[in-house]
């Protein structure tokens, strides 16, 4: 009786709340790892979560297994949750960058975890119910607690942890998480449990090397992604939105994003004059600018070669990477210090949202995005986004659009095409051989139709003049679509191009 007394019921409500938030964090973590590792975030999350489920439901199963020592048993799993979980980017990042069976070791990693995830709430529950002797309330109360944990876990994992700490340190705080519940539990019930002090001697020893590892994650985090990049790592950055690397190797500055190069700073001014130069040109005026992505500055310092120019509006997302770009000063030799212009007006918005708000007209409208590959992205590349566009583009403007490469994303490319001129618009494809990405491609975009050859380039440049401008327009016979009837338009709620987009990556991977 006394002992019945004595047994803390808050405390295990308590630890439910923690563990289930602990098991959410694990699930996105796992994810959101792969997804910038191996891409394709929709395939990492459907297989992560599916995967994950049923791992905790074989758990749930193999609870039955357990009838005695339930508090010993409960520790145990703790302290595995703990250790796995904590180490798991790690493993993630190890096992892309040493193994080629990268998805058998995550799938591997999902599967433990999940499963004793899965004995958590089991053994819990039987805990409480051999305490209580009340089943229904016991089984009302713990989910209750489940369910606001995984909700807990889930917010703070994007909103929180992510900006400020990084995938290596959440892994190892979570995990630590995991170990504390086992120390309390070891200490609170200890009456009820048999192996007391080789689980707070193991337990204790596992949580000061779990709380190095957060301590030292970004140590680990720079030692992993100096494994993934061919140069030195001058900087590394994640912000809400995405990890931004920069590394340089002599004179070659080259910034990554989520591991896909943005730029080399030794040939990416071909991309820039041929992404900026083209519109200008053809747009009958270019008084008002806007730039939608290129918070690199780089097609800014394009634009500004052109005095008649009164007002450029950039528009970007990630408010880090523009004043990152403002600020260093390796970036803005590059960008001739073009993000702080007094034409510039920098606005921190989704590029659909801004444009679905706006009601200006411009005269020229370049769109500068990161290739589409994933489901946020696609959405930029969308009929309706490029309606949205044509809305904001004058009668007499031009446009050009970043659309990925006509040789090694054949599909995807002319997809991009198709969208565009399916929301009535006059589209021309043209490229550019960058060393660095190989053959890309861009469209131009007008209300009504225009005769390339019209187009001059009378700034200063680097690589564009009078005939290489010309040869652009040329596509090669490997490059073209014999059947354009077969691509299918990008929509909403039918993502066609990110399926073509990570059909041509999984081919030249």
């Known amino acids: 009786m006394n002992e019945k007394r004595s047994f803390n019921y808050n405390l295990l409500m308590v630890t439910t709340l923690i563990i289930s938030g602990c098991s959410i964090i694990y699930e996105v973590l796992i994810s959101s790892v792969s997804s910038f590792l191996v891409g394709d975030s929709i395939k990492q999350f ?42 798991s980017t790690l493993i993630l990042f190890l096992s892309n960058i040493y193994i080629e069976s990268y998805e058998l070791i995550m799938y591997i990693q999902i599967i433990l975890i999940g499963t004793l995830v899965g004995l958590e709430i089991p053994l819990l529950t039987r805990i409480i119910e051999s305490n209580t002797k009340d089943l229904r309330i016991t089984l009302s109360r713990i989910f209750s607690f489940d369910y606001i944990g995984g909700l807990i876990g889930s917010i703070a994992f994007p909103l929180i942890l992510l900006p400020k700490f990084g995938y290596f340190t959440i892994a190892f705080l979570v995990g630590s998480l995991n170990i504390i519940v086992s120390i309390i539990i070891i200490h609170t019930y200890k009456n009820y449990i048999k192996n007391v002090y080789f689980f707070k001697l193991s337990s204790i020893a596992l949580l000061i090397l779990m709380l190095m590892g957060a301590v030292f994650g970004d140590n680990i985090a720079n030692l992993m992604e100096g494994k993934l990049y061919r140069d030195k790592i001058v900087l590394s950055k994640q912000t809400p939105y995405q990890n931004i690397v920069v590394t340089k190797h002599k004179d070659d500055l080259r910034l990554f994003i989520n591991g896909n190069i943005q730029f080399s700073s030794s040939d990416e001014y071909r991309y820039h004059e041929a992404l900026v130069h083209v519109p200008m040109n053809a747009s009958k005026n270019r008084k008002r600018v806007l730039i939608l992505g290129g918070g690199d500055g780089l097609a800014v310092r394009e634009v500004l070669k052109y005095l008649d120019v009164l007002k450029i509006t950039l528009v970007d997302l990630d408010e880090d990477m523009v004043k990152l770009s403002k600020t260093n000063s390796n970036i803005v030799n590059l960008n001739k210090n073009s993000l702080n212009n007094s034409k510039l007006e920098i606005i921190y918005n989704d590029a659909f949202k801004f444009l679905e708000e ?59 095409n198709k969208t565009i001129e399916s929301e009535g618009l006059n589209v021309v494809p043209y490229h550019v051989e960058v060393p660095t990405f190989g053959d890309w491609g861009f469209q131009l975009v007008t209300k009504t139709p225009m005769d390339t050859k019209d187009i001059k380039v009378n700034v200063d440049t680097r690589f564009l003049n009078k005939e290489t401008l010309q040869k652009l327009f040329i596509f090669s016979k490997d490059e073209l679509i014999n059947n354009k009837e077969s691509i299918k338009s990008n929509t909403l709620t039918h993502p066609m191009l990110l399926s073509y987009y990570l059909k041509a990556v999984n081919n030249w991977r």
């Open 46 to 87: 459907s297989i992560t979560i599916g995967l994950y489920m049923s791992a905790m439901g074989l758990g749930s199963y193999l609870s039955k297994y357990i009838k005695t020592q339930l508090f010993d048993w409960f520790v145990v799993v703790e302290i595995g949750v703990g250790v796995l979980g904590g180490i």
């Open 358 to 416: 706006s009601n200006e007209v411009y005269d020229v409208i370049i769109v500068d995005l990161p290739d589409p590959n994933n489901e946020s992205l696609n959405k930029l590349y969308t009929n309706v986004f490029y309606r949205l566009c044509g809305k904001n583009l004058s009668h007499s403007g031009a446009m050009s659009v970043q659309s990925t490469s006509p040789y090694y994303a054949k599909e995807a490319y002319w997809c991009i």
